[in-house]
């Protein structure tokens, strides 16, 4: 079954070799223009934001005004742990390297899909490339549906287990700053100490936003960094008896789809004492897709009919860009194969998986048209 997708094995592979990652542009427009090239005959358009620039093709002469089906892949990756995961192999069925489960080998399924019979089918579709997910979308996904790209349904190429995403955890990034005066550790009643009004906030927080015990479709808090301006000084006997004048945290919150964002944010506003400043650095909205939405349905029968198995439905705690197709009122899901140890050192995706991923793609997508035709 491997040898039907060799060839965009050994695409994948080269886009692995590629270090995409944020702070590598040159990279990152390396796996775009080895996209591009591979995609030559399709309509295309280049979006620029903030530096970043991302790439949509399409089947017809002209951009539509909206798509019927938008493909979205993202080329860019975490940076790696050791520059090995930059060589791809595989063992086991499996394909190891960094990107190779999140999310370069769904993506080249993708890409070939797309070329293999885009042409072939009578509705507008779109192949939506960006390589910015990793830092939220923004200037990506994000920047292509601010400039007006719009779609009925969206799939996402995350990798899903085979199974379909259609609900995700919003996001809200804190930075925290309690302050007070410093002082000389033998001396703690002559200031209100800022680490002692952090740790209070950090206890209010956790009895608010309580750690399950195991997975559990709640809003939940993480404390993900946490410093004091003592960090700054090299002076150890000075750093140890001294009480720093300001302490640092930042939070990653994420939120349930129907826990509104103004209303956490209240909340942790009434943790703050006098001293204590409260930042948003980032949002995430938080996507949901009705899983009897007719598009979903048809992706769960063609799962079914292509690989003989139930097709599976999913939440998922994280985040991904298909949140951005749905705050403009279109259907979308993360649908991706199986993959594992995603930013480890061995992430891996397993290659039949990628089969199976394939093969539902072009079903799918066939079967769309032929929908389209029966309804006109």
Not at 87 to 103: I, S
Request: with cysteine; net charge negative.
């Amino acid at each position: 079954m491997q040898r039907e997708i060799e060839p965009t094995l050994r695409f994948s592979k080269d886009l692995i070799r590629v270090p995409s990652t944020a702070d590598n542009e040159r990279g990152r427009l390396a796996v775009l223009d080895m996209a591009t090239e591979r995609l030559q005959g399709f309509s295309s358009e280049e979006f620029q934001s903030n530096g970043v620039i991302s790439r949509l093709f399409y089947n017809t002469p002209v951009l539509p005004d909206r798509f019927r089906i938008i493909l979205n892949g993202h080329l860019d990756v975490v940076p790696a742990i050791h520059s090995e995961q930059y060589e791809p192999h595989e063992k086991e069925g499996k394909l190891f390297g960094r990107g190779a489960g999140d999310m370069k080998a769904a993506a080249a399924i993708q890409i070939d899909v797309f070329r293999k019979i885009a042409h072939k089918l009578d509705y507008p579709i779109g192949l939506m490339l960006v390589t910015d997910e990793e830092v939220g979308g923004t200037n990506g996904t994000g920047q292509q549906v601010a400039q007006g790209v719009a779609t009925d349904f969206a799939i996402v190429g995350e990798p899903t287990n085979l199974g379909i995403c259609h609900t995700m955890k919003g996001g809200i990034g804190l930075h925290v700053q309690t302050s007070s005066l410093a002082a000389h550790a033998a001396y703690p009643w002559r200031t209100k100490a800022s680490t002692d009004e952090m740790m209070q906030f950090a206890y209010n927080m956790r009895e608010h936003f309580p750690t399950p015990d195991d997975t559990s479709w709640q809003t939940t808090a993480a404390l993900t960094d946490l410093w004091t301006s003592q960090q700054e000084r090299t002076d150890e006997v000075t750093v140890s008896n001294t009480i720093p004048a300001d302490t640092n945290s930042t939070w990653d919150i994420r939120r349930v789809p129907q826990e509104r964002e103004e209303v956490i944010l209240s909340r942790v506003s009434e943790f703050a004492e006098a001293n204590t400043s409260i930042a948003v650095v980032r949002t995430m909205p938080s996507a949901h897709t009705d899983p009897a939405h007719h598009d979903i349905v048809t992706l769960k029968n063609t799962i079914q009919a292509v690989t003989g198995q139930k097709a599976t439905t999913a939440i998922q705690h994280g985040s991904c860009d298909f949140r951005w197709f749905t705050q403009i009122g279109a259907g979308g899901v993360a649908y991706g194969p199986i993959a594992g140890d995603i930013h480890g050192s061995q992430e891996f995706v397993e290659i039949e998986s990628l089969v199976q991923y394939s093969r539902v793609l072009e079903a799918y997508l066939l079967n769309i048209n032929q929908n389209q035709v029966r309804t006109r």
